[in-house]
C-alpha cells in the first residue's frame, strides 16, 4: 500500500462522494487566506533566471498537455503555457472553461485532446496537472498509457482527493449538486474514476507539493509510487512557482527520445 493512501484506497472510495457530514480537513491546514500571496507569487516569478530559462534544458517541440484544477479555467495555466513554448515544447490546453462537471465526463474531452496531440505528432504526452487537473492526468495515464510519456501532478491529493479545506470542500457539494441537476448524476459515478486514482501508476508519476498550501493538505500528496517533491508555494502558486518551473525542466530533458513512426514500439 502506497504511503498515504488509506488502507483499501481513498477515503470514501466506496461512495465516490464523502458523506454530507464530512465538511474537509478542519485541522491541520494553513490558514486558507495565505492564498492570497498567488499574485505576489506570480510577480515574483517573472524576475527570476528560471523564467527567462537561463541554464535550463530546452525542449525539442515535445508536447505537453496542461490540465486546471477544480473550478479553474484553461487561463490559470496560461503562465505556464507561455513559459513551456519559450522553452521549446508543444503545449497544448484541453479547452476547460470551468472545470466542475464530474471526472469522467472532463476525461472525455482530455482523452480526446490526448488522442489528437498524440496521432498529430506521433510522440507520448507528458500531462501536467494542477490540483484536481493532477487527479484527472493520473487517471488518464492509468487508462492510457501507450500515449502518455509522464504525469508531473502540482498540488494534487493523489493519495486522499477529499483531505482539502472547508472551503474547497462546500464547492464539491456545489459541483455536486451541479452534476446531479444538469446531468442526473450523483457521487456513485465517481467510484471507477477513484478505483484508478488508487491504482499503482504505470507511468512515471511526479508529485510536486507545499506544506504550506492552503487547499490540499501536504500528506495527502504523498504516494510512494511517485517522486514527490516539496516546494514552498501557496496552492494557486504551484502554476507559477520558479522551483517548479525548474523541475518541469528537468522532467521534461529526462523523458524518452521521440520514437519515430514505424518503429518497432508504435507498429507493436
Known sequence: MAEGIPAGGPRHADRGIPPLRYFGRVIGLPPVWLESRAPFENMRLRGTPTYAGDGLPRGDGQPVLLIPGFMAADRSLATLRNWLLRMGYHAEIPGLAFNVRYSEAVLNTINLHLVDLYGWLGQKVTLVGHSRGGLL?????????????????????????????????????????????????????????????AAPTGRPLTSIYSRTDGIVHWRACIRADAECVEVASSHVGLAVNPDVYAVLARLLASSELPTPRGSSETSA
Open 137 to 197: 492526468a493520473k487517471v488518464a495515464a492509468h487508462r492510457h498509457p501507450e500515449m502518455v510519456e509522464r504525469v508531473v501532478a502540482l498540488g494534487a491529493p493523489l493519495a486522499d482527493p477529499f483531505d482539502i479545506s472547508p472551503f474547497t470542500m462546500a464547492g464539491v457539494r456545489l459541483a455536486q449538486l451541479f452534476n446531479l441537476v444538469r446531468f442526473g448524476q450523483t457521487g456513485e459515478v465517481e467510484r471507477p474514476f477513484l478505483d484508478d486514482l
